[in-house]
């Protein structure tokens, strides 16, 4: 369904965003001719250029700001406590699975409960658009153009309305390369000054949206490893778990780092190796 995609993408350029123009479509079989942004993106360019992570991670950040201080798009769903707390939970159903023999749903029920704690207070916020997989490999450097036009977007067929600390956490708790501490504290602290946002409120919500992220996606990786044969996601564990325990340094999530630390095993090698052999054992059936 190309639908999600073509409706955002207009959103996108019509907020003087770099979104790919769309050249050609055909709807009924699912295709779409886009323009081509090239090859650089943010995670190439910095493997290159590492020097370059500030002025990136600096653009990345005020394309947020801008993005929400615009009117909202129309027809995107929503992604607020329920369907944020239900996501989370697919963690149980691959990582823990996989590892415990069974999916623990008296864990699951207490993890619910808690990560639903925690979202309902910060929810009060006025939700604006995510494109939910923000990071550097969907950042495209474009740097003919002028100002955050420079970042080109890719993957946001996903886009939901939420809080806006969300897609700043996917920007800076990447998966798939390290963000310089002292980067996050100043991308952190751009989005706020920018936006006036409170920051005691901010850094609640922004632990909070990177943990029901960070944890999801140990779930998402596990279950791309073991469904579907791509044990290079199992590669990223341990980078997502070192998110989840930067979130919960944060005091507000006490409760819910003693029932984390106590029953989730570490994505450490060998349980890693574990999982990687649970992949071979698959695809040889």
Same mark, same amino acid.
């Given at each position: 369904?190309?639908?999600?995609?073509?409706?955002?993408?207009?959103?996108?350029?019509?907020?003087?965003?770099?979104?790919?123009?769309?050249?050609?479509?055909?709807?009924?079989?699912?295709?779409?001719?886009? &323009?081509?942004?090239?090859?650089?993106?943010?995670?190439?360019?910095?493997?290159?250029?590492?020097?370059?992570? %500030?002025?990136?991670?600096?653009?990345?950040?005020?394309?947020?700001? %801008?993005?929400?201080?615009?009117?909202?798009?129309?027809?995107?769903?929503?992604?607020?406590?329920?369907?944020?707390?239900?996501?989370? &939970?697919?963690?149980?159903?691959?990582?823990?699975?996989?590892?415990?023999?069974?999916?623990?749903?008296?864990?699951?029920?207490?993890?619910?409960? &808690?990560?639903?704690?925690?979202? +309902?207070?910060?929810?009060?916020?006025?939700?604006?658009?995510?494109? #939910?997989?923000? +990071?550097?490999?969907?950042?495209?450097?474009?740097?003919?153009?002028?100002?955050?036009? #420079?970042?080109?977007?890719?993957?946001?067929?996903?886009?939901?309305?939420? +809080?806006?600390?969300?897609?700043?956490?996917?920007?800076?708790?990447?998966?798939?390369?390290?963000?310089?501490?002292?980067?996050?504290?100043?991308?952190?602290?751009?989005?706020?000054?920018?936006?006036?946002?409170?920051?005691?409120?901010?850094?609640?919500?922004?632990?909070?949206?990177?943990?029901? #992220?960070?944890?999801?996606?140990?779930?998402?990786?596990?279950?791309?490893?073991?469904?579907?044969?791509?044990?290079?996601?199992?590669?990223?564990?341990?980078?997502?778990?070192? +998110?989840?325990?930067?979130?919960?340094?944060?005091?507000?999530?006490?409760?819910?780092?003693?029932?984390?630390?106590?029953?989730?095993?570490?994505?450490?090698?060998?349980?890693? &190796?574990?999982?990687?052999?649970?992949?071979?054992?698959?695809?040889?059936?």
């Amino acid at each position: 369904d190309i639908d999600a995609f073509a409706a955002v993408a207009r959103y996108l350029r019509s907020s003087a965003l770099s979104a790919p123009a769309i050249i050609a479509s055909d709807p009924d079989n699912g295709l779409l001719l886009l &323009e081509d942004f090239g090859d650089n993106s943010f995670t190439t360019l910095l493997h290159a250029e590492p020097t370059k992570e %500030h002025a990136l991670y600096g653009a990345a950040t005020d394309l947020l700001v %801008h993005l929400h201080a615009g009117p909202p798009p129309e027809n995107v769903p929503n992604y607020l406590v329920n369907d944020m707390a239900r996501k989370s &939970e697919i963690v149980f159903e691959w990582y823990i699975a996989q590892i415990s023999g069974q999916e623990k749903q008296s864990l699951t029920q207490k993890f619910r409960h &808690e990560i639903t704690r925690l979202l +309902h207070p910060i929810m009060v916020a006025a939700p604006t658009l995510a494109l #939910r997989d923000y +990071h550097s490999d969907n950042l495209m450097w474009l740097p003919a153009r002028n100002g955050i036009r #420079r970042v080109g977007l890719l993957d946001f067929q996903d886009a939901v309305m939420t +809080h806006p600390a969300y897609d700043l956490a996917s920007l800076l708790q990447d998966a798939r390369r390290d963000v310089q501490p002292a980067i996050q504290q100043a991308m952190i602290a751009r989005y706020m000054q920018s936006t006036g946002s409170n920051a005691a409120e901010f850094l609640t919500a922004y632990a909070i949206c990177g943990l029901q #992220r960070n944890i999801r996606i140990i779930g998402v990786f596990t279950r791309l490893a073991i469904a579907y044969n791509k044990p290079g996601y199992l590669d990223f564990l341990p980078r997502v778990w070192g +998110h989840i325990l930067d979130d919960l340094e944060h005091p507000v999530l006490h409760d819910l780092r003693e029932l984390i630390l106590n029953n989730f095993p570490p994505p450490d090698p060998q349980i890693i &190796e574990s999982l990687r052999s649970t992949c071979r054992q698959n695809h040889i059936r």
